[in-house]
């Protein structure tokens, strides 16, 4: 969206797909998420038909893709459609499963936030645990066969394990998403040995960019600092700083979601940079690209202190680079530099309507 502060300020690309008779139809839960707008311009580009299920908010949801928007009554040419559904609502997805006979399916959807898990731990569990494997029952009994399924696993499954984290590492969730995303695993793996369904969990580690979520400490972080060179905010609450993560582009991990459903075999893969740092890094970084100090600014701030928390996250992916020829782009401070760059334009345009009294500085974004 261009003025939203939601959504990256301008899209990379314009998509233009090639027509085919025989392209692929791939259904997204999630879709006006940061992966969803990612996996659904990757896929438009290779000339797939993409569907993707909206919840209803009382707000419009869908910032992250009007850029890739045809309106449907206006032309033929719509290959993105939108249809309401929620994964707490089984009816929806079978419906949907049924009548569009999707050839991938790409369950996104999730309440995807670790720390906001432990005030909704009831919903969590139902929208990630529950919503999968409604979806792999939709899937399951669909009259469409050899439908390839992929799930959003997480590395928040791993959480006190030490790392480096592979396939094969115990998982010890630390959060009610944590255990919720081990149940939707488990779901899956026990589809695809008992049905013989062609599904994957990806297990990513985490994965930003200029269209991440700014609850989510990298973009908070970044947001912050667009703000504060400008002169909209002086200061940045912040809990845990000494907690590490394997921090990747999102646009590279949704290659390696397409990837894991091109394959002759079903299997689970590690998609990591294998290169960890703290969230004191990340600050360093974000606000020594502008020439700015973090300790200037930054104050801890109790309340974003996790009941459990996973210290130190690095994944091993030598399966994903090994089977599936996958491997990240873009580096960590390219990473950080990219949402720096992005939220400094962002906030300069927030400045324009400050100054020109439609909006308050002191509101936070
Ligand atoms: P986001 O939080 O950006 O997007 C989540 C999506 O799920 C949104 O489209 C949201 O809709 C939708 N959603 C939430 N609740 C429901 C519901 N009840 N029914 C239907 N849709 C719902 O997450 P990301 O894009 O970052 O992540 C995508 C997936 O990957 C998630 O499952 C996440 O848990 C998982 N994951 C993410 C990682 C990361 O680092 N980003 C790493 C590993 C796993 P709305 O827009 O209306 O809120
Ligand atoms: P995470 O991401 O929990 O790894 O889950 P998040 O950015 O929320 O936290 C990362 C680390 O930063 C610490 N932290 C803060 N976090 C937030 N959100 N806000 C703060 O103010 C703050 N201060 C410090 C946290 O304690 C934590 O250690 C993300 C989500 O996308 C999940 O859905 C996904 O499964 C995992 O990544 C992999």
């Not at 939707?184 to 990806?202: D, I, K, P, Q, S």
């Not at 300790?295 to 801890?300: F, G, L, N, S, T």
Request: contains cysteine; neutral net charge; aromatic residues 10%.
């Amino acid at each position: 969206g261009s003025s939203s502060t939601n959504g990256e300020l301008a899209p990379a690309t314009q998509i233009t797909p090639p027509l085919s008779p025989h392209r692929k139809v791939a259904l997204i839960t999630g879709i006006t998420g940061q992966d969803g707008s990612y996996l659904t311009e990757f896929l438009l580009g290779k000339g797939y038909e993409v569907h993707g299920l909206i919840r209803r908010s009382s707000n419009f949801n869908t910032a992250r893709l009007d850029h890739l928007y045809v309106d449907p009554h206006n032309s033929h040419k719509a290959r993105m459609k939108l249809h309401y559904a929620d994964l707490s609502d089984a009816s929806s997805l079978r419906r949907w499963v049924d009548s569009l006979n999707p050839d991938e399916v790409y369950n996104l959807a999730a309440q995807s936030h670790v720390a906001v898990s432990f005030e909704i731990p009831d919903y969590t569990a139902d929208v990630v645990a529950t919503g999968t494997l409604r979806l792999l029952e939709a899937v399951r009994s669909s009259s469409k066969k050899g439908i390839r399924y992929y799930q959003a696993g997480s590395s928040e499954m791993f959480g006190s394990t030490p790392p480096p984290q592979s396939e094969t590492s115990p998982f010890h969730p630390r959060s009610p998403y944590a255990a919720a995303k081990c149940a939707a695993h488990w779901y899956t793996v026990n589809y695809r040995e008992a049905y013989g369904l062609f599904a994957c969990n990806g297990i990513l580690f985490n994965h930003e960019s200029p269209r991440r979520g700014e609850n989510f400490v990298t973009r908070k972080i970044t947001r912050a600092v667009g703000r504060i060179k400008v002169g909209l905010q002086t200061k940045l609450f912040l809990g845990n700083l000494s907690a590490a993560r394997d921090w990747g582009f999102a646009g590279d991990y949704v290659e390696a979601m397409w990837m894991m459903l091109q394959q002759d075999e079903p299997a689970d893969y590690v998609v990591a940079t294998e290169d960890s740092h703290s969230v004191e890094e990340f600050l360093e970084e974000a606000f020594g690209h502008v020439e700015l100090n973090w300790k200037d600014h930054v104050v801890i701030d109790k309340r974003y202190f996790r009941p459990a928390e996973v210290d130190s996250l690095r994944g091993d992916s030598t399966k994903a680079r090994k089977v599936l020829g996958w491997k990240p782009k873009v580096g960590f401070k390219e990473l950080v530099r990219m949402m720096v760059d992005n939220d400094i334009e962002l906030a300069k345009r927030e400045k324009v309507l400050v100054d020109a009294g439609y909006m308050d500085a002191q509101q936070q974004p």
